[in-house]
T-cell receptor
Framework: AQSVTQLDSQVPVFEEAPVELRCNYS??????LFWYVQYPNQGLQLLLKYLSGSTLVESINGFEAEFNKSQTSFHLRKPSVHISDTAEYFC???????????FGAGTTVTVRA | NAGVTQTPKFRVLKTGQSMTLLCAQD?????MYWYRQDPGMGLRLIHY???????AKGEVPDGYNVSRLKKQNFLLGLESAAPSQTSVYFCASSSGATGAGSPLHFGNGTRLTVT
């Protein structure tokens, strides 16, 4: 069965500093991987996804994630964060052919000036 | 350009009361889902539907029922609310299966408190 572990529950970071959010998944078959962001009092929005091809995927607002099959990881990074990046971030996995998306517990990123 | 709309946004119930949460999507998506979000536990799938007239159980279905009578609507019912059902409920939809790479589109959530 598919599952996701986000290794950090809270990540405080200063504005313009880099940030990395760690995500490991477990599955016995091939998977699709997603990162979602949730701003306060809102629903989740897709940040980026890995389907196939290049293992490095990017979002339009400067985030990137790298799929590492051997380490079963899909860590999210941003080289320089803004105050507006303060949010909760969720890693999610779906096995090929599955109807279900499994989420990690989430990582709260707080960006301070 | 509404996307996924959930009603109501907030609700307070007494133990034993019943209620229905409504989810509507205007993207002609086949798949719809109900999740609950609890602190430190991420989102857990309650029920889902792969098309009009179909429903299936997710990870935490006990105490909930669902119906998908129309393609655009997915209803979540609580027949006898319990304090353990205090949570934020999210509806989502997708054009295809997540296992085919389709991402979910989420509503803004319903915050339910059961006293």
């Amino acid at each position: 069965a598919q599952s996701v572990t986000q290794l950090d529950s809270q990540v405080p970071v200063f504005e313009e500093a880099p940030v990395e959010l760690r995500c490991n998944y477990s599955s016995s078959v091939s998977v699709y991987l997603f990162w979602y962001v949730q701003y306060p009092n809102q629903g989740l929005q897709l940040l980026l996804k890995y389907l196939s091809g290049s293992t490095l995927v990017e979002s339009i607002n400067g985030f990137e994630a790298e799929f590492n099959k051997s380490q079963t990881s899909f860590h999210l990074r941003k080289p320089s964060v803004h105050i507006s990046d303060t949010a909760e971030y969720f890693c999610a996995v779906s096995e090929f052919g599955s109807y279900k998306l499994s989420f990690g517990a989430g990582t709260t990123v707080t960006v301070r000036a | 350009n509404a996307g996924v709309t959930q009603t109501p946004k907030f609700r307070v119930l007494k133990t034993g009361q019943s209620m229905t949460l409504l989810c509507a999507q205007d993207m002609n998506h086949e798949y719809m889902y109900w999740y609950r979000q609890d602190p430190g536990m991420g989102l857990r799938l309650i029920h889902y539907s792969v098309g009009e007239g179909t429903t299936a159980k997710g990870e935490v279905p006990d105490g909930y029922n669902v119906s998908r009578l129309k393609k655009q609507n997915f209803l979540l019912g609580l027949e006898s609310a319990a304090p353990s059902q205090t949570s934020v409920y999210f509806c989502a939809s997708s054009s295809g299966a997540t296992g085919a790479g389709s991402p979910l589109h989420f509503g803004n959530g319903t915050r339910l408190t059961v006293t």
